[in-house]
């Protein structure tokens, strides 16, 4: 059986595997420091005071200007911050005071051309005591690492099925590959959505807010969402005002009502209110994603051991 290797060109093989062990060893280096200094670092609650822009390796440069007296260009979310450019970077700047007393400015390692840190947002932040300028900001980062070191794990799974995949057993594997994927997919969304919803309930802290207005957003369907926006104060004394998660298609509220909410401790604005639930959605890509996973599973074990 001719190999796939013997028809793609030997450049082409070895340009996956550079971009892969490049993605890989990056952003999974970064992965390990985070990972390092949440375990063995300092928690504290910290204040975005700006931004730092610079240009990545494709945008033609890596000069860098502070943007302090510029709160980012708004995105379709209001709670995140844009550079506008897909090739213009920035990297929020913290500010906190250590457990000696010491106020620290520092930057984040991580750029990205969408953020949610948002100047004025309060975000939990670890730090190194013994170097207070290397933090790892709670919410923001860990995604697009985690994104690239997912492509450079398919980079390298790409190159060793070139390398040692025959055509015919690919062609033999593409239609269990398909529904594999597909059922991943709609799996991990569905996850994703339930799994936030239940970490906010078991660690989520419970207090009093007063409604202050509300926001909308728009479902895929064309539905209008209302989220009421909500004001409190944390354990910490930070006063917080930001909009439920968890959107209905009839207001819940009148401003200056009293209400339950649970707040995430790691980022107080993520707030849901008391009762409330994952969105039915979520739960039927979940058992969707499972249904067809378990279906291929079993048919591909079927075929296999006939």
Same mark, same amino acid.
């Given at each position: 059986?001719?190999?796939?290797?013997?028809?793609?060109?030997?450049?082409?093989?070895? $340009?996956?595997?550079?971009?892969?062990?490049?993605?890989?060893?990056?952003?999974?280096?970064? /992965?390990?420091?985070?990972?390092?200094?949440?375990?063995?670092?300092?928690?504290?609650?910290?204040?975005?005071?700006?931004?730092?822009?610079?240009?990545?390796?494709?945008?033609?440069?890596?000069?860098?200007?502070?943007?302090?007296?510029?709160?980012?260009?708004?995105?379709?979310?209001?709670?995140?911050?844009?550079?506008?450019?897909?090739?213009?970077?920035?990297?929020?700047?913290?500010?906190?005071?250590?457990?000696?007393?010491?106020? $620290?400015?520092?930057?984040?390692?991580?750029?990205?051309?969408?953020?949610?840190?948002?100047?004025?947002?309060?975000?939990?932040?670890?730090?190194?005591?013994?170097?207070?300028?290397?933090?790892?900001?709670?919410?923001?980062?860990?995604?697009?690492?985690?994104?690239?070191?997912?492509?450079?794990?398919?980079?390298?799974?790409? !190159?060793? /099925?070139?390398?040692?995949?025959?055509?015919?057993?690919?062609? !033999?594997?593409?239609?269990?590959?398909?529904?594999?994927?597909?059922? #991943? $997919?709609?799996? #991990?969304?569905?996850?994703?959505?339930?799994?936030?919803?239940?970490? /906010?309930?078991?660690?989520?802290?419970?207090?009093?807010?007063?409604? $202050?207005?509300?926001?909308?957003?728009?479902?895929?369907?064309?539905?209008?969402?209302?989220?009421?926006?909500?004001?409190?104060?944390?354990?910490?004394?930070?006063?917080?005002?930001?909009?439920?998660?968890?959107?209905?298609?009839?207001?819940?509220?009148?401003?200056?009502?009293?209400?339950?909410?649970?707040?995430?401790?790691?980022?107080?604005?993520?707030? /849901?209110?008391?009762?409330?639930?994952?969105?039915?959605?979520?739960?039927?890509?979940?058992?969707?994603?499972?249904?067809?996973?378990?279906?291929?599973?079993?048919?591909?074990?079927?075929?296999?051991?006939?």
């Amino acid at each position: 059986m001719e190999g796939l290797a013997q028809m793609v060109p030997w450049q082409g093989i070895l $340009v996956f595997a550079l971009l892969g062990v490049a993605c890989t060893a990056g952003a999974g280096y970064r /992965l390990h420091k985070e990972r390092i200094l949440r375990s063995r670092g300092a928690r504290t609650l910290a204040v975005v005071v700006a931004h730092d822009e610079h240009y990545g390796v494709s945008g033609g440069g890596i000069t860098a200007r502070n943007r302090s007296g510029d709160p980012g260009t708004p995105t379709r979310r209001p709670w995140a911050v844009s550079t506008g450019d897909p090739h213009l970077v920035s990297a929020p700047i913290v500010e906190f005071t250590t457990v000696d007393g010491r106020t $620290v400015r520092a930057r984040s390692r991580v750029s990205s051309n969408t953020s949610v840190a948002v100047p004025g947002r309060v975000m939990t932040v670890y730090y190194d005591p013994d170097d207070p300028e290397d933090v790892a900001i709670v919410g923001h980062g860990r995604g697009v690492l985690r994104v690239f070191a997912l492509i450079g794990v398919l980079l390298l799974i790409t !190159t060793g /099925l070139l390398l040692v995949v025959s055509e015919d057993t690919l062609n !033999t594997a593409v239609p269990v590959a398909v529904p594999l994927i597909l059922g #991943s $997919v709609f799996f #991990s969304i569905g996850a994703y959505g339930v799994g936030r919803v239940w970490a /906010l309930r078991r660690r989520g802290t419970v207090t009093e807010g007063t409604v $202050v207005g509300e926001t909308t957003t728009s479902t895929r369907e064309g539905l209008t969402l209302r989220h009421p926006v909500v004001r409190f104060r944390t354990t910490t004394g930070h006063d917080i005002e930001t909009a439920s998660e968890r959107g209905t298609l009839r207001r819940r509220a009148q401003p200056g009502q009293s209400i339950r909410l649970r707040y995430h401790p790691d980022d107080p604005y993520r707030v /849901l209110l008391v009762g409330d639930g994952a969105r039915p959605l979520f739960w039927i890509f979940a058992l969707v994603g499972l249904t067809v996973l378990t279906a291929t599973v079993t048919i591909a074990t079927f075929i296999l051991t006939r």
